[in-house]
């Protein structure tokens, strides 16, 4: 099995899950009390407003997403935190920046047709998974063995990932503890990993692979 960018969370990917793994030193908790999840938290207290203001504009939203990795974002606090001190991902102005694609992750037609299929469904089917915590817990919670994973692992991290990575973090403490096969290997990138690296995913895998005889 293979995990990238997000890690494999036994008792699911729930803020209730995600919160204890918070890194204090670069969120204080009197600060930042949901530390880089405060977007998840927004969209559970403001969910219409912030389905609206990503439909208020689908390219500019998608542009402003899909967004190659910052090595200088390291260590600093992540925009997704600031979500509710900002009224919102694009405050009040409650519509994205306009701003063109970023080619490192999107040739053109592969953008056209991402876009185009948001222009159909709009962001709230996507965005309404963040209301489902309650089912996610209780299905994970469902699994055989807790969850634990006894395949072989790998997991591929994003080393300036803003939200998730989880080599400066507790966010990969739950992967470690229920994977009994686990290999981890990162490569420079943001939280778009299997867009932003698509050659060296491969290659990582493939990597992996070989060296498990798999």
């Known amino acids: 099995m293979v995990f990238t960018s997000v890690p494999y969370l036994p008792e699911s990917f729930a803020l209730s899950s995600l919160l204890p793994l918070v890194d204090r030193k670069t969120y204080p908790i009197n600060q930042y009390p949901d530390g880089q999840w405060d977007y998840y938290r927004f969209y559970l207290t403001h969910f219409d407003q912030t389905v609206t203001d990503f439909d208020a504009d689908v390219p500019a939203s998608l542009s402003v997403i899909y ?50 299929a948001f222009r159909v469904t709009g962001f709230r089917p996507g965005n309404s998974w963040y209301l489902n915590d309650a089912a996610n817990v209780a299905y994970a919670r469902s699994a055989a063995d807790g969850g634990r994973l006894q395949q072989p692992v790998l997991f591929v991290n994003g080393d300036f990932d803003g939200i998730c990575d989880i080599t400066r973090t507790h966010l990969g403490d739950p992967m470690r503890k229920a994977c009994v096969n686990l290999t981890v290997s990162s490569l420079a990138s943001g939280h778009w990993l299997p867009l ?19």
Request: glycine share 8%.
């Open 67 to 116: 967004r190659c990795g910052d090595p200088k974002t390291v260590g600093k606090v992540y925009p997704s935190a600031l979500a509710t001190r900002n009224g919102g991902w694009f405050g009040a102005a409650h519509r994205a920046p306009s701003m063109a694609a970023d080619p490192a992750l999107w040739p053109a037609d592969d953008f056209y047709a991402l876009m185009e």
């Open 196 to 214: 932003e690296r698509k050659a060296e995913l491969v290659h990582s895998i493939r990597a992996w692979l070989r060296a498990k005889n798999l």
